[in-house]
Nanobody, 120 residues
Framework: VKLVESGGGLVQAGGSLRLSCAASGKIFSINAMGWYRQAPGKQQRDLVASINSGSTNYADSVKGRFTISRDNAKNTVNLQMDSLRAEDAAVYYC???????????????WGQGTQVTVSS
């Protein structure tokens, strides 16, 4: 399974970006999909938003500014980011919890990451 992200780039503070992620390969079904980010100098990736069966979850820092959406038919997940702040700058990674067969376990896959830079 391969996850390919797109849509990162440079934006001014207060601006918007839309990230997209498409999953392909041997996929029977996908449970949760989501976005994490790793800020400069930080070792860990932090959850930004996730979506599963229409239920969404957001980090407190992005609530009201970011919107996650999903197209199940296309195995894609998007992240609309509005009112961007300097502290949103990070490498953003998408993930997908994939089942390869009916009744099988889920495996979490990650994309390669896309850079988001916010200028003040």
């Amino acid at each position: 399974v391969k996850l390919v992200e797109s849509g990162g780039g440079l934006v001014q503070a207060g601006g918007s970006l839309r990230l997209s992620c498409a999953a392909s390969g041997k996929i029977f079904s996908i449970n949760a999909m989501g976005w994490y980010r790793q800020a400069p100098g930080k070792q860990q990736r932090d959850l930004v938003a996730s979506i599963n069966s229409g239920s969404t979850n957001y980090a407190d820092s992005v609530k009201g500014r970011f919107t996650i959406s999903r197209d199940n038919a296309k195995n894609t997940v998007n992240l609309q980011m509005d009112s961007l702040r300097a502290e949103d700058a990070a490498v953003y990674y998408c993930n997908a919890d994939v089942s390869h067969r009916a009744g099988g376990p889920t495996v979490r896959y990650w994309g390669q990451g896309t850079q988001v830079t916010v200028s003040s």
